[in-house]
């Protein structure tokens, strides 16, 4: 079936990185484009960051531009987060989240969501 | 960036009552707009896309409407399931945002 699974999250201290990976299953990978949101504890859903289906476009939150970076290979089916320079308001569930429409930029809601990694930031 | 601001925060009501949310954009989105359902410790679920398109799988009972800077999301008769935080999106360009959630409780 189709599915994303997210891994990597962890505990890190402040100023040091992180990788995030999202292994996606049962659909054409290559075809969508891929999102990463975040959840701070008790807090709202707050959008992180978009790679196009063919990994020729990303965009970023100002919140997190300059410190993360989105990517994706398409041989692993898998979309990554490398999070540098992390700060105690990093620490969220960081879910991933695929397009509902194939080759889009823009316009296009999220159909289907990982179950979301834990990264907290702390010293 | 376009800001979106649901209300209300909190909503309290009753099985088999009809609810609806109200979603208002800073700026015009068209009809970009999607809602979400969350329950506590789980991933988001997809309810309605460009503002009134139910996803596959969503009860009837589910739906939306709206275009430009307003929009509403209805539940025509509460289940005991639909207890949960809802939340609009809009996907008009980027970076998207997301409403800062309505959280519909039992009264």
């Known amino acids: 079936q189709v599915q994303l699974v997210e891994s990597g999250g962890g505990v890190v201290q402040p100023g040091r990185s992180l990788r995030l990976s999202c292994a996606a299953s049962?659909?054409?990978?290559?075809?969508?484009?891929m999102h990463w949101v975040r959840q701070a504890p008790g807090k709202g859903l707050e959008w992180v960051a978009v790679?196009?289906?063919?990994?020729?476009?990303?965009y970023y939150a100002d919140s997190v531009k300059g410190r993360f970076t989105i990517s994706r290979d398409i041989s692993k089916n898998t979309v990554y987060l490398q999070m540098n320079s992390l700060r105690a308001e990093d620490t969220a569930v960081f879910y991933c989240?695929?397009?509902?429409?194939?080759?889009?930029?823009?316009?296009?809601?999220?159909?289907?969501w990982g179950q979301g990694t834990m990264v907290t930031v702390s010293s | 960036d376009i800001q979106m601001t649901q209300s209300p925060s909190t909503l309290s009501a009753s099985v088999g009552d009809r609810v609806t949310i109200t979603c208002r954009a800073s700026?015009?989105?068209?009809?970009?707009l999607a809602w979400y359902q969350q329950k506590p410790g789980k991933a988001p679920k997809l309810l309605i896309y460009?503002?009134?398109s139910l996803e596959s799988g969503v009860p009837s009972r589910f739906s939306g409407s709206g275009s430009g800077t307003e929009f509403t999301l209805t539940i025509s008769s509460l289940q005991p399931d639909d207890f949960a935080t809802y939340y609009c999106?809009?996907?008009?360009?980027?970076?998207?945002?997301f409403g800062q959630g309505t959280k519909l409780e039992i009264k």
């Open positions: 989240a695929k397009d509902i429409a194939e080759t889009t930029w823009g316009g296009a809601s999220f159909d289907i």
């Open positions: 049962g659909f054409t990978f290559s075809s969508y484009g």
């Open positions: 790679i196009s289906h063919d990994g020729s476009n990303k």
């Open positions: 700026q015009s989105i068209s009809s970009w």
């Open positions: 460009k503002a009134s």
């Open positions: 999106q809009h996907c008009h360009n980027y970076p998207y945002t």
